[in-house]
């Protein structure tokens, strides 16, 4: 597991976003264009997963309880499915961390990338990535 700790003057949603666009994206590199597939998120009252047959997404409600967690500095989980990759990500105290089942260096590419992205006030997030977790409304 590596990690990074996330001092740039950002919102949650942010750092959110940036921590899961820079998983993504530096994952697509060993994956393919395999779908980036969160299959459970953990804050600290709830569990959520997706209906069967179904993906899990950030809608509203689950966005606001792991932003608001994520502000109070409490863990957030995430299990993520990309390919035949397995990823656990998490957020706490402004640290995200990531840990990969297949390819470990693929650790060290997304921590490296989020720690230079993070200097930044506005990092670089692809448009269309929001949408495709969930997220209606972005920034």
Do not use: H
């Amino acid at each position: 597991m590596k990690s990074v700790e996330i001092t740039g003057n950002m919102d949650s949603k942010r750092k959110l976003l940036m921590g899961l666009f820079w998983t993504n994206r530096k994952g697509v590199r060993s994956e393919g264009c395999a779908p980036f597939l969160i299959e459970k998120i953990e804050t600290e009252n709830n569990t959520y997963t997706p209906d069967e047959g179904k993906f899990l997404k950030l809608s509203d409600d689950i966005l606001n309880d792991v932003l608001e967690n994520i502000d109070d500095k409490k863990e957030v989980k995430f299990d993520i499915k990309l390919g035949e990759e397995d990823i656990k990500a998490s957020f706490k105290d402004d640290v995200f961390s990531v840990d990969t089942t297949k390819t470990k260096d693929l650790e060290d590419e997304i921590i490296e990338k989020i720690g230079q992205e993070e200097k930044r006030k506005y990092p670089n997030i692809c448009f269309s990535f929001p949408p495709r977790v969930g997220i209606r409304k972005y920034p």
